[in-house]
């Protein structure tokens, strides 16, 4: 079974930066997206970022002009450049791969904004 493992969180102060990494442990057939979610406590769970197949991207407007999601094929990992961040960015963050067959999610990684 295909797991996705989150890396990259961690604390920063505002106006910095972070890059998450998520690595999947084997090609997922027939993916058709792939994602960024966030969870901040007390909150529900929140779409940050999209990559389709086709190579679209969409970005909630609160991080818009900011987060940039890419991947690369070959390690099999996709990516959450995160820049100008702000405290109301900290959560848990989470990847996601939508596939035909099924849904896949990583375990979260906790990026915390505070001076």
């Known amino acids: 079974q295909v797991q996705l493992v989150e890396s990259g969180g961690g604390l920063v102060r505002p106006g910095g930066s972070l890059r998450l990494s998520c690595a999947a442990s084997?090609?997922?057939?027939?993916?058709?997206?792939r994602s960024w979610y966030r969870q901040a406590p007390g909150k529900q769970r929140e779409l940050v970022a999209t990559?389709?197949?086709?190579?679209?991207?969409n970005y909630a407007d609160s991080v818009k002009g900011r987060f940039a999601i890419t991947r690369d094929n070959a390690k099999n990992t996709m990516y959450l450049q995160m820049n100008s961040l702000k405290p109301e960015d900290t959560a848990v963050y989470y990847c996601?791969?939508?596939?035909?067959?099924?849904?896949?999610w990583g375990q979260g990684t906790q990026v915390t904004v505070s001076s």
């Open positions: 996601n791969t939508r596939a035909t067959m099924r849904t896949y």
């Open positions: 084997d090609t997922i057939r027939g993916a058709i997206a």
């Open positions: 990559l389709t197949s086709g190579g679209s991207t």
